[in-house]
């Protein structure tokens, strides 16, 4: 219904009005009986609720003016005043064509009802009423009350300024309050249908007072919660309790956001419940700060568990890689076991590397940064990339021109790069284009990438890009999350972007991702550009063209299979070895000693009973021209006590392969000493 309110008083007005539009109708406002009726005549009004005491035209004047139209006669009139309250004031209002006469304030029910009897009462109206010459009687009638009443009322007002004063203050204060308040506050009628919400509600959602208005709070529901969560809260509420918990909600723009929610049942005063009233305390920051801590707290026991697999895990790979290259170069290409043997070597490998990829993770693992040139790791790892692909990918690599130089661990990058590719490649499954490109980038203090605080510079960029299936945000949202996969079970560890990511940080750089659902994906990674020479790599060689030697060693080492393996390399390269199991024993070897003097030991760092560092000094002691090569499969942090990877210290991490081994151990015998 359209219903004009005709008052003077804001407060009342504004009181009047959202009692009103609670119940779906429509309000129309006018400050005097003038404002009134030109209101009339613009709009189209179906009850008027009117003040008497008015400036300008009052009430009493606008209800004749309305009552002598023709056009107007029928319309249902309700006066509703705080000056006019005697018997008298009512029997005149009804002398005058009004429909009902209240007193302010009146519950919202008697408002109701006092319009619905209106309604019905103007129905059997059928004429305009006449007012002369009764009207000038009535008039002059009037006047007079109005004159005393007003004396009246200014004494009754003097008196009540101060009390009328400090309402006013609290109801202000009150309404400050709610507005202002950090929590966000919604109130629902008993339907549930939003009837107002702070601002702190509209910060949090991102829904406005106007949007929220007439909406019901379903429109933040996330699905994150099963239906007898709901269930539950609405029994609760609707039995006159208060209920309390959290809850996970979404906001307008589709994020998610967590909250400590009371809702409070309003008791009307015929015992019902009337209204719902809604406090949330946002707790994302709190929430995003507990997930950080369980995070972290895994990330320590993988840490911990990788740094304690990953000595012994280290002897066992470097036994299968060694014993398996040195059957192949036994055996030759050509014996029918070949095949065999290079699947074996192909597994250990897969397993180094799955073993390294969680040492990178957990920032374990030995860094060896370099100053590198992407365009040469690129095509230096074109051939094996293919290898990693389906056939029905087409691959293209799009070098940049004068690429800068970065500084990073070669072997790391590429672990990115394959990442990145076997990514791309389980995004294709019916095949498509993936591009892996290069280019020199400079970044200013105007770009951002979320989570990420980036120096303004020159930097080296590094993308791969394929036509596959793309990502939703919420997998965006989780992409670089530790052990999170989107793969089948068995196909993936979900480290292989978390990964990625750690390497990036690790050299100073970022990874950030562009992806589209069903439009593919482009990972982007950035490294620091530096102005240094490249850092050569050492030659390549093959293992049976590798130097030899005479030379007496010394190998301690307390893992027996990795000691036999050594010895053999060694001793097939020409060299003398002397075992030992643990550094007391080869104290004691080098004493019993009778042939050519030891020139170089190579030895493991941490043994039983004692240790290579201890033994190492020992030697030196005794031996100052005796070189020490340090060897071990345990992590950075679990070595680094020992001095080992201290600056010129020679160290060779497991597992190594043969070929390694007898090239460190004659690059170590021709070093000239220091």
Known sequence: MNILIADDNSTNLKLLRTMLEAEHHTVFAASDGIEALEVLEREKIEAIISDILMPRMDGYRLCIEVRKSEKFKALPFVFYTATYVSPSDAKAALELGADKFLKKPAPAEEIF?????????????????????????????????????????NLELQAQTESLQEHQQQLLLQATALENAANAIMITDSQGVILWVNPAFSRLTGYSLEEALSNNPRILKSGAHAPAFYRDLWETICSGQTWRGEVTNRRKDGSLYYGEQTITPVVG????????????????????????????????????????????????????????????????????????????????????????????????????????????????????????????????????????????????????????????????????????????????????????KTAPGRYVMLSVSDTGTGMTDEVKARLFEPFFTTKPKGKGTGLGLATCQTIAKQFNGHIEVESELGRGTTFRVY?????????????????????????????????????????????????????????????????????????????????PQMGGKVMAEWLRATYPEMKILFTSGYTDDAIAHHGVLEPGVAFLPKPYSPATLVRKVREMLDAECD
């Open 113 to 153: 009802q006092a319009l619905r009897d209106a309604v019905q009462s103007a129905s059997r109206r059928h004429t305009p009423l006449c007012h002369s010459p009764q009207e000038l009687d009535l008039m002059k009638e009037y006047n007079a009350r109005l004159v005393a009443k007003l004396e009246k009322k």
């Open 527 to 607: 490294f620091p550009s530096v102005d240094q020479p490249l850092t050569l790599p050492a030659p390549a060689a093959l293992l049976g063209a590798l130097p030899r030697g005479t030379e007496t060693l010394l190998l301690v080492e307390d893992e027996r299979a990795v000691r036999h393996l050594a010895q053999d390399v060694l001793g097939n390269q020409g060299y003398t070895v002397l075992r030992a199991s643990n550094g007391q024993d080869a104290l004691n070897v080098v004493r019993k000693h009778k042939g050519p003097p030891v020139q170089l030991v190579v030895t493991d760092v941490i043994m």
């Open 269 to 452: 005063p015929d015992g019902s419940i009337s209204r719902f009233v809604g406090i949330m305390n946002d707790i994302t920051a709190r929430k995003k700060l507990e997930e950080q801590f369980i995070q972290s707290q895994k990330m320590e026991v993988v840490g911990q568990l990788a740094g304690g697999v990953a000595h012994d895990f280290n002897n066992i790979l470097a036994v299968i890689i060694g014993y398996s290259d040195l059957m192949n170069l036994e055996l030759g290409e050509e014996h029918p076991l070949h095949k065999h043997i290079r699947e074996i070597r192909h597994a250990a490998d897969r397993a180094s590397a799955l073993t390294q990829q969680l040492l990178i993770f957990t920032r374990k693992q030995n860094v060896q940064p370099a100053v590198l040139d992407l365009n040469q790791i690129i095509t230096g790892m074109d051939k094996m990339l293919r290898r990693l692909i389906d056939e029905n990918i087409e691959l293209t690599l799009v070098p940049g021109k004068q690429v800068d130089r970065f500084q990073a661990d070669s072997n790391h990058i590429g672990q990115v790069l394959m990442n990145l590719v076997i990514n791309a490649r389980d995004a294709m499954p019916g095949g498509g284009k993936l591009t892996i490109a290069t280019q020199n980038i400079s970044l200013d203090q105007n770009y951002s990438c979320p989570g990420v």
